[in-house]
């Protein structure tokens, strides 16, 4: 690391030197404009690039002539995570029905981009959102109220065996994943423009944080929907009403840590954070009680209740992580400003 020091000029204008190697790498001149941005931990950050609205970047995806779906799927959710505003595929050999399906089904599952060109051998895709105008809060809260809701309904469909609503849970963790993308997204683009951050209202660390979150968010959507499998597959069973009853006040117990969890993070509240994780044992213990119930039932019916009774718990577990992720976040930042005391 190199150091300047810092020289007074007149009266109140304090300037030190910028590094020749920096200076020549991003060709700045005389008289020319550089940014400067103050960090929460009292860091400077200076970018040569005072430049309203950047150009589009773009990345271009060749497809193989036997491409396999899924994998042309994950390259443009690949590209899309990263940041690039203009995807493209392309073929030599012509883009088959397969392709442009794949390409139509990504448009689908995320969030921002369409389809702008086509033609016989290649597709253009576009990203429309204006990263300025999806908050990282917003997005975190609405993955937040989707997840919760998921799990409220499976355990109505547990409570009234209605296969329906299990079969509408799975289809809602589609909305938690294009969240979760969005994030991520959003994440990258941050970090490869800091000045977004300023124009977004947050920092490249909080946004590290709400990036955890919102992965933990979509795992807990997760377990949501593999509550739902579990239930679709006891379509046909007679089970306890009893034990159904006790398993939905251990998935209330979840809920309530995860309440408790988002609730620290929302109210910036360590006190709350420490009592979301100081609750996870006791639904744990919970969840082992009635395992035991369980593996006394029938083979299938033992066999689906115990996964139901896995996802309670690491759902719960997940949510702890929450807490654990706002209380690291806000002691880093009472230690920041005890530093600039």
Same mark, same amino acid.
């Given at each position: 690391?190199?150091?300047?020091?810092?020289?007074?000029?007149?009266?109140?204008?304090?300037?030190?030197?910028?590094?020749?190697?920096?200076?020549?790498?991003?060709?700045?001149?005389?008289?020319?404009s550089i940014g400067v941005i103050p960090q929460p931990d009292g860091t400077l950050i200076l970018t040569p690039k005072m430049i309203k609205g950047k150009l589009p970047?773009?990345?271009?995806?060749?497809?193989?002539?036997?491409?396999?779906?899924?994998?042309?799927?994950?390259?443009?959710?690949?590209?899309?995570?990263?940041?690039?505003?203009?995807?493209?595929?392309?073929?030599?050999?012509?883009?088959?029905?397969?392709?442009?399906?794949?390409?139509?089904?990504?448009?689908?599952?995320?969030?921002?981009?369409?389809?702008?060109?086509?033609?016989?051998?290649?597709?253009?895709?576009?990203?429309?959102?204006?990263?300025?105008?999806?908050?990282?809060?917003?997005?975190?809260?609405?993955?937040?109220?989707?997840?919760?809701?998921?799990?409220?309904?499976?355990?109505?469909?547990?409570?009234?065996?209605?296969?329906?609503?299990?079969?509408?849970?799975?289809?809602?963790?589609?909305?938690?994943?294009?969240?979760?993308?969005?994030?991520?997204?959003?994440?990258?683009?941050?970090?490869?423009?800091?000045?977004?951050?300023?124009?977004?209202?947050?920092?490249?660390?909080?946004?590290?944080?709400?990036?955890?979150?919102?992965? /933990?968010? &979509? +795992?807990?959507?997760?377990?949501?929907? =593999? #509550? $739902?499998? !579990?239930?679709?597959?006891?379509? *046909?069973?007679?089970?306890?009403?009893?034990?159904?009853?006790?398993?939905?006040?251990?998935?209330?117990?979840?809920?309530?840590?995860?309440?408790?969890?988002?609730?620290?993070?929302?109210?910036?509240?360590?006190?709350?954070?420490?009592?979301?994780?100081?609750?996870?044992?006791?639904?744990?213990?919970?969840?082992?009680? /009635?395992? &035991? +119930?369980?593996?006394?039932?029938?083979? =299938? #019916? $033992?066999? !689906?209740?115990?996964?139901?009774? *896995?996802?309670?718990?690491?759902?719960?577990?997940?949510?702890?992580?929450?807490?654990?992720?706002?209380?690291?976040?806000?002691?880093?930042?009472?230690?920041?400003?005890?530093?600039?005391?």
């Amino acid at each position: 690391m190199e150091t300047r020091k810092v020289q007074l000029t007149g009266k109140s204008t304090f300037i030190i030197s910028l590094p020749k190697a920096w200076v020549n790498d991003t060709g700045i001149k005389a008289r020319d404009s550089i940014g400067v941005i103050p960090q929460p931990d009292g860091t400077l950050i200076l970018t040569p690039k005072m430049i309203k609205g950047k150009l589009p970047t773009k990345k271009e995806i060749t497809v193989d002539k036997n491409e396999e779906k899924i994998h042309l799927l994950r390259k443009l959710i690949g590209a899309y995570i990263t940041g690039y505003n203009i995807i493209e595929i392309r073929s030599r050999y012509g883009l088959t029905p397969e392709n442009k399906h794949t390409a139509k089904k990504f448009t689908r599952i995320v969030i921002g981009p369409e389809i702008i060109d086509e033609d016989a051998n290649s597709m253009v895709m576009k990203d429309l959102l204006d990263p300025t105008d999806f908050s990282f809060k917003t997005a975190v809260r609405r993955m937040y109220y989707i997840g919760r809701e998921m799990h409220e309904n499976v355990a109505k469909s547990l409570e009234n065996r209605d296969v329906s609503l299990s079969q509408d849970v799975k289809d809602r963790d589609e909305e938690i994943n294009r969240l979760n993308w969005l994030v991520a997204r959003q994440n990258n683009m941050l970090l490869s423009d800091i000045s977004l951050a300023e124009k977004m209202g947050t920092t490249r660390k909080r946004s590290l944080n709400y990036m955890l979150i919102a992965r /933990i968010l &979509e +795992r807990i959507g997760d377990h949501a929907s =593999k #509550i $739902a499998d !579990s239930i679709i597959s006891l379509e *046909e069973k007679e089970v306890d009403k009893n034990i159904i009853d006790i398993i939905i006040g251990a998935n209330d117990l979840s809920l309530k840590i995860l309440d408790k969890s988002m609730a620290s993070l929302f109210n910036k509240d360590i006190d709350m954070a420490n009592d979301a994780i100081d609750s996870v044992d006791a639904l744990i213990n919970t969840c082992e009680e /009635i395992s &035991e +119930r369980v593996m006394k039932l029938e083979g =299938k #019916i $033992a066999l !689906s209740l115990g996964y139901i009774l *896995e996802s309670i718990r690491r759902t719960a577990l997940y949510a702890a992580d929450i807490s654990e992720t706002v209380m690291n976040h806000l002691i880093e930042g009472e230690d920041r400003k005890n530093l600039r005391r």
